[in-house]
T-cell receptor
């Protein structure tokens, strides 16, 4: 299955700033998915990123807050913009792997102070 | 809308006892069900999916469409099974978003 490198693994950020999270996959994939896992809650899909087109956002998530780039078939970034303490979460990227499951990055633990 | 329900936040069992992690789903289409596991300090990883009908690490799960359930079972729990377990659902057509349950923490008591 695909191997995903995600960074940073964690960060502590000041409110009002932005953080960009990167995901690198060791193979070409059509879609990459970005999830958020707030404390004590399940994973929630933020958006689906296709190469060469705008990301598709789920209800409750907007591009201005979570801009996504997908410059090629192996890389994507998610930016958390104008952060507030409510954005403190674990953010994960995911791709569909060859055995039809989904492979996840190791996650980025974000704390906004 | 897709929905996955895991009614137990925490399940504690003794080593050697049977384990059943409950999962119920709601989906009008043709679902594909998964179980994911996250061990302490490790990334989320696929444990098994219903269409493969595999037994992984002694765990099995049967899709019951009548009861809309996909419970995860293991006859004899081991300490290394202690982890967070997430039931998940996507459309069987592939390349669809995955909806996760809230997770169950399995604690195996030595």
């Amino acid at each position: 299955s695909a191997v995903i490198s995600q960074k940073p693994s964690r960060d502590i950020c000041q409110r009002g700033t932005s953080l960009t999270i990167q995901c690198q996959v060791d193979s070409q994939v059509t879609m990459m998915f970005w999830y958020r896992q707030q404390p004590g809650q399940s994973l929630t899909l933020i958006a689906t990123a296709n190469q060469g087109s705008e990301a598709t956002y789920e209800s409750g998530f907007v591009i201005d807050k979570f801009p996504i780039s997908r410059p090629n078939l192996t890389f994507s970034t998610l930016t958390v913009s104008n952060m507030s303490p409510e954005d403190s979460s674990i953010y994960l990227c995911s791709v569909e792997s060859s055995n039809y499951g989904y492979t996840f990055g190791s996650g980025t633990r974000l704390t906004v102070v | 809308a897709q929905r996955v329900t895991q009614p137990e936040k925490l399940l504690s069992v003794f080593k050697g006892a049977p384990v059943e992690l409950k999962c119920n789903y709601s989906y009008s289409g043709s679902p594909e069900l998964f179980w994911y596991v996250q061990y302490s300090r490790q990334r989320l990883q696929l444990l098994l999916r219903h269409i493969s009908r595999e037994s992984i690490k002694g765990f099995t799960a049967d899709l019951n469409k009548g009861e809309t359930s996909f419970h995860l079972k293991k006859p004899f729990a081991q300490e290394e099974d202690s982890a967070m377990y997430y039931c998940a659902l996507s459309d069987a057509g592939g390349y669809q978003k995955v909806t996760f349950g809230t997770g169950t923490k399995l604690q195996v008591i030595p």
